[in-house]
């Protein structure tokens, strides 16, 4: 059975940091992409890191670029989103999520490394969320 479990949001004053874990199941994790994806209420979900492979380079969404930063232990079949300067429109649910299929169709990929990362690239094994709050 396929699970995705994302643990680590919490409440945090601005400039704190904090490190989201998402611990997968029933499939080997160096094998698939991997995402984040987070999303607040009355807006769509939007991608903030993605890659496709274990050595590949890491897109990351304009707003993150700098702060965040995607990463996975494949011996612990574990992603990790480290989220650094947090800032209060960081605030959201965020969401993990992999696939099997490594190509990025909105955009594609350049060297190896998504061009853009989004919800609609096929992202098909999604985790619960956590909430991640930063208030202003």
């Known amino acids: 059975q396929v699970q995705l479990v994302e643990s680590g949001g919490g409440l945090v004053q601005v400039g704190s940091s904090l490190k989201l874990s998402c611990t997968v199941s029933?499939?080997?994790?160096?094998?698939?992409?991997v995402g984040w994806f987070r999303q607040v209420p009355g807006k769509e979900r939007e991608g903030v890191s993605c890659?496709?492979?274990?050595?590949?380079?890491?897109h990351y969404a304009d707003s993150v670029q700098g702060r965040f930063i995607i990463s996975r232990d494949n011996a612990k079949n574990t992603m990790y989103l480290e989220m650094n300067h947090l800032k209060p429109e960081d605030t959201a649910v965020y969401y993990c999520?992999?696939?099997?299929?490594?190509?990025?169709?909105?955009?594609?990929?350049?060297?190896?490394?998504?061009?853009?990362?989004?919800?609609?690239?096929?992202?098909?094994?999604w985790g619960q969320g956590t909430q991640v709050t930063v208030p202003s």
């Open positions: 029933g499939f080997t994790l160096e094998d698939y992409a």
């Open positions: 890659n496709s492979c274990t050595d590949c380079g890491s």
């Open positions: 999520a992999a696939k099997a299929d490594r190509r990025f169709f909105t955009g594609g990929l350049y060297g190896g490394v998504p061009v853009d990362c989004s919800p609609a690239d096929g992202f098909h094994n």
